[in-house]
């Protein structure tokens, strides 16, 4: 449970609330890159954490991110013509570049233009796993860009899926670090069997477990946390434990565990306090991954089918997802169809912001008052000057954060498993804390 202020410090993110403050020391996904795929393509029009950008890829192929509102009266440079060096706002002509020059102002006088040195606010753009992302913080905090944890390389395939979600962030995250719900919520797109490890299936996801109430244990690390989910497995019960490892790198992207066929990780992008963008991605290297494609159509997300053209679904809270409670009477759990339609429904019926002061958590909810804490924590601790988690030493590159999950004898020691030598010494160093 959370008081009041507490959850609106740990919810608020627009203007100069300090959450939105701490997040934006981080690059942030701005779009997917196909949304702004062709060059000299249509601009796109982009808000997060209350931010209205232009982004676009000039005919050249370069990226830019400058505030939508034109600095003459204000018009939406995403309406603009995508010319060569810079975009051109269609009311009265000026042009504006990617380092947020005003570089014509033809409804001036020629001396105008130069004698004003106007500078509109602009923003770092970079490309990697199928997303641009964009550096929104103060310019002197400005870390390297590293490629995210779902794109390790450029080898690496990734399928993408975007949704609106009328509702706050944080409930969002929440959702993705609560390991307990997907044995209730998602029990018929995740079904038990006699596997050695999680599978992928073109129709639902497999698991070598039937136990749904898991053990639960956290561990803090240099940017964010892992937390182990561990349950009986169907086979082997009594000499083996079967682990799902889950990864929060703060503050917006969580890598859940793995299947045989491909990793997953998702990412919450604040829109304004009450609505995100959700993010989820299929990705790997082997030839099972899917591509955009399939993995939408997997999901029930599909742009034309499930969403319309700006990623809105029509399963709403105002038509109750369209549940079909005849499919639940024939044996489907929730009657929605989709995994990331079964948890928006959840997220959305919490409100636009949840109320944490009146909830009645339980054990399997300790990676949550975990994940609550360390956010608050890293809140004040930024707020004495202290860099946000993920930008403190010892820095654990991106590249090599990772999920687990698979059956491991019983007395392993769950903090070494899926992670790289360096980040193991870490945590069972005679003085690491958990
Ligand atoms: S509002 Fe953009 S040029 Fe006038
Ligand atoms: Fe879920």
């Given at each position: ?26 690059w ?17 029009r ?26 003459h ?44 040195a ?9 490309e ?47 959702g ?18 006699r ?21 639960l244990?956290?561990l ?18 009594a ?19 793995p ?6 990780a ?34 029930r997300v ?12 029509i ?13 639940m ?20 019926s919490?409100?636009?912001i ?81």
């Open positions: 449970m959370l008081t009041h202020e507490e959850n609106m410090r740990l919810c608020r993110v627009s203007g100069d609330a300090p959450m939105g403050r701490l997040m934006r020391r981080s942030i996904p701005l779009c997917l890159s196909e949304e702004v795929e062709e060059p000299g393509g249509r601009p796109l982009v808000t997060v954490f209350g931010m209205t950008l232009a982004v676009w890829r000039d005919p050249e192929g370069r990226l830019g991110a400058i505030d939508d509102r034109c600095p009266r204000k018009a939406s440079m995403a309406f603009g013509r995508n010319e060569e060096g810079g975009l051109r706002c269609l009311y009265h002509g000026w042009k504006i570049t990617a380092a947020g020059e005003v570089v014509e102002m033809p409804s001036e006088p020629p001396e105008a233009c130069a004698a004003a106007v500078k509109h606010p602009h923003y770092p753009v970079e990697a796993g199928g997303f641009i992302w964009g550096y929104l913080g103060e310019p002197e905090h400005m870390p390297p860009f590293e490629p995210p944890p779902f794109a390790p390389h450029p080898g690496v395939k990734v399928a993408t899926c975007k949704v609106w979600v009328p509702c706050n962030w944080a409930q969002i995250l929440e993705q670090i609560d390991s307990a719900h997907s044995s209730s919520l998602h029990s018929s797109d995740m079904v038990p069997a596997v050695a490890r999680a599978g992928a299936t073109r129709k639902n996801w497999t698991r070598p477990s039937t136990d749904k109430a898991p053990r244990t956290v803090t690390t240099p940017y964010g946390f892992r937390y182990a989910a561990i349950r009986r497995p169907i086979a082997n019960a000499t083996h434990d079967y682990y799902r490892i889950s990864t929060f790198v703060s503050p917006l992207i969580c890598l859940i565990p299947n045989a066929s491909y990793n997953v998702q990412v919450t992008v604040p829109i304004t306090d009450t609505e995100s963008w959700f993010y989820f991605m299929a990705w790997g290297e082997g030839p099972e991954v899917p591509d955009n494609e399939e993995w939408r159509k997997f999901l599909q742009k034309g089918i499930d969403l319309d053209h700006r990623w809105r679904k399963r709403t809270l105002d038509n109750d997802f369209l549940q079909d409670r005849q499919a009477a024939l044996g489907n759990f929730t009657g929605i169809p989709g995994i990331p339609n079964q948890d928006m429904a959840m997220w959305e919490q409100g636009p949840a109320d944490r002061t009146s909830e009645r958590l339980g054990a399997s909810d300790i990676a949550i008052t975990h994940w609550r804490r360390l956010m608050l924590q890293q809140l004040e601790e930024f707020e004495r000057g202290i860099p946000p988690l993920g930008h403190r030493q010892p820095k654990i590159p991106q590249h090599k954060i990772a999920s687990f999950e698979g059956i491991v004898p019983k007395g392993t020691d769950w903090r070494t498993l899926g992670v790289g030598e360096e980040e193991a010494a870490l945590y069972t160093r005679s003085d690491a804390a958990e």
